[in-house]
């Protein structure tokens, strides 16, 4: 049983000890929650995101019962380092992770309005969440 507490306790130490790494990492990023309407732009450490609108939408409309959940695909403009390039990103299930540079990362939270089956979506009706993610 001694040895049984010993390991345990280790183990236990061990994994305390890692959490407190990953709460460190944590603190040391910042996290910037935004909204952006199609044509809009989010300026954020020298770096200018522009929600282009929507490629395409396949997500499985409200009231429909889908095999597969679908997917969106979004047209990003990007100027970094003063070069500018456009990303088309892929929504599906939780989102989607964009590693714009080696600093700044971008997670896709979310696209509204969601589908109906009743009703079309304008495109400038879009608004595409996402989190910046930046070391502090």
Do not use: H
């Amino acid at each position: 049983m001694k040895k049984f507490i010993s390991v345990f306790s280790a183990v236990l130490l061990s994994a305390i000890s890692f959490a407190q790494e990953i709460d460190s990492t944590v603190a040391e990023q910042v996290r910037i929650n935004t909204d952006l309407g199609v044509g809009q732009n989010f300026l954020v450490d020298e770096t200018k995101i522009k929600f282009m609108g929507v490629i395409s939408d396949s997500r499985c409309p409200k009231q429909v019962t889908c095999i597969w959940p679908g997917e969106a695909k979004v047209l990003l403009g990007i100027e970094l380092n003063g070069e500018y390039f456009q990303k088309e990103v892929v929504i599906s299930g939780g989102g989607a992770e964009l590693a714009l540079s080696e600093v700044l990362q971008m997670q896709i939270t979310g696209l509204t309005p969601y589908p109906e089956t009743a009703k079309g979506i304008a495109p400038e009706e879009y608004c595409l969440s996402f989190v910046a993610v930046l070391p502090q």
